[in-house]
């Protein structure tokens, strides 16, 4: 990583200088070139940020217009950037594998979904998602555990960890997965109604997570809206004038 390289570089030869050709004792340039190094390192860590917030906020705006291709060139070459940031190569991955398969073309999204960030935990569950289509479902589970150690607090996600586990028949996983995530989120209502659900018998309801849910491709927007009209009675609502 150039930013960590460049900092020591600069803090060393500081740290040279002033022992060396000032006299100071060791501990003395020490203390001198250390903040030197958490300067340098924050600076150079600021103006990346700066100029990957400026590329990546260029492609959003494609991509939200649906010029995807444009949008995801301009995120390729943001790659340049990870050799000098930690973690950038991974959210960049992320960011492109997320596209992908919102678009729907899991096989161009798999490769970078594998090598993104694993604290992006919507990402770490399309890649799970993907594994659970695949027939992969031990690799499916390990990035479900991963993504719930790296993001433990996100109610969707171990909802969604559940109802993949149900989808793939180990119902009991699926409850003890909810029962997890209610000691992390205690009295949140979707997990609890979702569990006394497959404690019925039934089927996990996931619409009250709306578009969030949507984006993982497990359910489509029509099933949700025949679930809708059935708890109105299955009539149309008429609004007379």
Known sequence: ?????????TAIAIFLLLKLAVGLPWWGALLISLPVFLGSFILISRIITKKLEALMGTAMKDIQSQR?????????????????????????NSTIGMVYFVKRDFSNAFPYLEKGFFKN???????????????????MKDTFEKAVVGSPKESLLWSLY????????????????LERGLKKLPGDERIKQNLELLN????????????????????????????????MGGKRRIIRK
């Open 121 to 139: 935990w919507v990402t770490m569950g399309m890649l799970a998602v993907t594994y659970m289509k695949r027939n992969k479902k031990d690799k």
């Open 68 to 92: 995807f291709e444009k949008g995801i060139r301009d995120l390729k070459s943001a790659f340049k950037y990870g050799k000098w940031q930690i973690y950038v190569t991974g959210q960049i």
């Open 162 to 177: 559940a109802y993949c586990l149900n989808d793939c028949g180990d119902t009991g996983k699926a409850k003890e997965v």
């Open 200 to 231: 019925e018998g039934k089927k996990m309801k996931m619409k009250a997570y709306g578009e969030m849910w949507l984006q993982f491709h497990l359910e489509s927007i029509g099933t949700i809206q025949k679930q809708q009209m059935a708890a």
């Open 1 to 9: 990583m150039y930013n960590l390289l460049i900092s020591a570089g």
